[in-house]
């Protein structure tokens, strides 16, 4: 019902910046809350930073002060922009929403997408 692309992932040395997009496309009735999460390898996915409908936001303790969240509601688009990047900040990111969507010529119904995971790689 609701596909999400990303891009803007890559390589970057310690220090460095990168910015993150997400698409979101289909029967798109609203996106109460959209957020990023990583996943580094033999680690458990975690929340990077979230935002809502209403434009509050929310980080990880590690990532507060150097990256920032951004939303585009007219394109459906949100964004992760990362700044002073480290190496432990390696990991796949990926992109999730919180959306209500038509599910029927009458009905809506609420559900969670994911995007496919991008690679952030940062060497020191």
């Known amino acids: 019902q609701v596909q999400l692309v990303e891009s803007g992932g890559g390589l970057v040395q310690a220090g460095g910046s990168l910015r993150l997009s997400c698409a979101a496309s289909?029967?798109?009735?609203?996106?109460?809350?959209m957020g990023w999460y990583r996943q580094a390898p033999g680690q458990q996915r975690e929340l990077v930073a979230r935002i809502t409908s209403g434009g509050d936001t929310n980080y990880a303790d590690s990532v507060k002060g150097r990256f920032s969240i951004s939303r585009d509601n007219a394109k459906n688009t949100w964004y992760l922009q990362m700044n002073s990047l480290k190496p432990e900040d390696t990991a796949v990111y990926y992109c999730?929403?919180?959306?209500?969507?038509?599910?029927?010529?009458?009905?809506?119904?609420?559900?969670?997408?994911w995007g496919q995971g991008t690679q952030v790689t940062v060497s020191s």
């Open positions: 289909g029967r798109i009735f609203s996106i109460n809350a």
């Open positions: 999730n929403a919180d959306t209500t969507y038509y599910s029927g010529v009458f009905s809506r119904s609420r559900d969670e997408y």
